[in-house]
């Protein structure tokens, strides 16, 4: 069935350094995929999404581009901040829109 | 803003005892989703409603979880009776459509530790 990979965590960053969380898929059909952000005691929020092959999501500093020929859906930032410290979740939903699958999350904490 | 509200936040119960969540989703947000979120896991959808029908519910363990939307607004999820591995954070959210083109808003979610 459809599933989604991500990298392990937790991950610890300096500030302004670069960050890129990995995430794979694999899916039947043509799935969207998306990155969700939780931060420390509030609910989950999406972050960015691409609806099909070759799109880039991008907010608040962070893209992520949809990969078919290699499954992925990877997310960056170019320089990160304290206030990004939360848990990121990648996420499918598959090609009927009604199934959901998300990884396990990868918990992120910048230091000063 | 408006928000997706749950509750009770954290709830503490026995083994075999029944438990109940509440979620009222966003005014006019038509499509609902219940999820199980394992300590250390991902969300894990349970069940969808349409306004008050079912979408999916595949998921769902049906021998002891039951969810409702009678209205077509707010909702409840049982377990009945609870057991030890249902111990996990219960997630609602809401959307003003189903499928990908419509933003999922998440609750603060359910805290439920069974003992």
């Known amino acids: 069935g459809d599933s989604v990979t991500q990298m392990e965590g937790p991950v610890t960053l300096s500030e302004e350094a670069f960050l890129t969380i990995n995430c794979t898929y694999t899916a039947t059909g043509y799935p969207s995929l998306f990155w969700y952000v939780q931060y420390p005691g509030e609910g989950l929020q999406l972050l960015l999404k691409a609806t099909k092959a070759d799109d880039k999501g991008s907010n608040k500093g962070f893209e992520a581009t949809y990969r078919k020929e290699t499954t992925s859906f990877h997310l960056e930032k170019g320089s990160v901040q304290v206030s990004d410290s939360a848990v990121y979740f990648c996420?499918?939903?598959?090609?009927?829109?009604?199934?959901?699958?998300f990884g396990t999350g990868t918990s992120l904490t910048v230091i000063p | 803003e408006a928000e997706v509200a749950q509750s009770p936040r954290y709830k503490i119960t026995e083994k075999s005892q029944a438990v109940a969540f509440w979620c009222d989703p966003i005014?006019?947000?038509?499509?609902l989703y219940w999820y199980r979120q394992i300590l250390g896991q991902g969300p894990e959808l349970l069940v969808q409603?349409?306004?008050?029908?079912?979408?999916?519910d595949s998921q769902l363990p049906k021998d002891r979880f039951s969810a409702e939307r009678l209205k077509g607004v707010d909702s409840t999820l049982k377990i009945q009776p609870a057991e030890l591995g249902d111990s996990a954070m219960y997630l609602c959210a809401s959307s003003t459509g189903a499928g990908t083109h419509y933003e999922q808003y998440f609750g603060p979610g359910t805290r439920l530790t069974v003992t």
């Open positions: 996420a499918l939903s598959d090609h009927t829109g009604n199934q959901f699958y």
């Open positions: 409603f349409q306004d008050e029908s079912v979408v999916d």
């Open positions: 005014s006019g947000h038509a499509t």
